[in-house]
């Protein structure tokens, strides 16, 4: 029996807790969560009774569009400014 998942390389989720979350973000534990109650900010993945975590590539990936969209900004505002 040929499965597609076996034809797909998966990689590894990796789960990382608050305190590694707060310092890859630089934000504290009340802005994370009401972020990602908001839908701004990667939810996270209960892992049974009170332990929750959060799946490193989803936290990267919101690091990596923040940069992103400060530098578009900061790239979109020194063009304007240039053109004056």
Same mark, same amino acid.
């Given at each position: 029996m040929n499965n597609e998942r076996d034809d797909q390389h998966e990689e590894p989720v990796e789960f990382i807790r608050l /305190?590694? =979350?707060?310092? @890859? =973000?630089g934000l504290g534990t009340t802005k994370i969560y009401t972020m990602a109650s908001?839908? @701004?900010? /990667?939810?996270? =993945?209960k892992l049974g009774g009170r332990a929750v975590a959060w799946v490193k590539s989803e936290v @990267?990936?919101?690091?990596?569009?923040? =940069?992103?969209?400060?530098r578009?900004?900061?790239?979109?505002a020194s063009a304007s400014s240039a053109s004056k």
């Open positions: /305190p590694e =979350v707060k310092k @890859l =973000v908001d839908g @701004l900010f /990667p939810k996270q =993945v @990267l990936q919101w690091n990596n569009d923040q =940069v992103i969209a400060a578009g900004q900061r790239d979109q």
